[in-house]
């Protein structure tokens, strides 16, 4: 147990739908990173918070946006949702505003059919 | 194009062999972690290295990071079931401080 939880583990939805994956970091941790794996793309980086700011963004999309909360849980919001967005997301946590060492949660699979 | 390319992409092989899975990269790194991921689940890290020509062990694995930081290896010894998973590699880019992962190579042992 990494101590990173996810929920929903699965969603099923449909095309043009709007979902909302929250991610609760490791006690203690700042940063939340998002993250979207699927088979041809590989774990591609979307975004980063710390402590409640943006810090970095990847390959995210516009019809996707995150924030971090005061508590530092985070959400990805997903929206207009087509079938290639169907992939795991994960959210990883650490400790400093740095990319170091990340601890992932167990991911939410995503369906949009 | 990945900035990490990691090979190869898959490897099947029978309990007790042993196997090299490789990282590179035409750019430095400042530190170069190695995940597991199984099926369902999210990556676990294994290990992070540093130092340029830095080996670590743990237990059955040898991590190892190139000379010039643009490249490692993984190398599992009398591989075994409990190995099966998905490795991967990521970077920690010597500027900008984003961690970046390669595609992975997917590990089956078979018993």
């Known amino acids: 147990d990494s101590g990173v939880t996810q929920t929903p583990k699965h969603l099923i939805t449909a095309t043009g739908q709007r979902v909302t994956l929250r991610c609760s970091p490791r006690?203690?941790?700042?940063?939340v990173y998002w993250y979207q794996q699927s088979l041809d793309q590989g774990l591609q980086f979307l975004i980063h918070?710390?402590?409640?700011?943006?810090?970095a963004k990847g390959n995210i999309l516009e019809r996707f946006s995150a924030q971090q909360f005061p508590d530092l849980h985070s959400e990805l919001n997903l929206s207009s949702l087509e079938l290639g967005d169907s992939a795991l997301y994960f959210c990883?946590?650490?400790?400093?505003?740095?990319?170091?060492?990340?601890?992932f949660g167990q991911g939410t699979r995503l369906t949009v059919v | 194009t990945q900035l990490l390319e990691q090979s190869p992409q898959f490897l099947s092989i029978q309990e007790g062999e042993n196997l090299t899975v490789y990282c590179n990269s035409s750019s430095v790194f400042s530190s170069l972690q190695w995940y597991r991921q199984e099926p369902g689940e999210g990556p676990v890290l294994l290990v992070t290295v540093v130092t340029g020509g830095e080996v670590k062990k743990l237990k059955r694995l040898t991590f190892q990071f190139g000379d010039a930081r643009k490249d490692s290896s993984l190398h599992i010894t009398a591989a075994q079931p409990g190995d099966t998973g998905l490795y991967l590699c990521?970077?920690?880019?010597?500027?900008?401080?984003?961690?970046?992962f390669g595609a992975g190579t997917i590990l089956r042992v078979k018993s």
């Open positions: 918070y710390y402590n409640g700011e943006e810090r």
């Open positions: 990521a970077g920690l880019r010597q500027y900008g401080n984003k961690l970046v």
């Open positions: 990883a946590s650490s400790s400093s505003g740095e990319d170091t060492e990340a601890f």
């Open positions: 006690s203690g941790d700042l940063s």
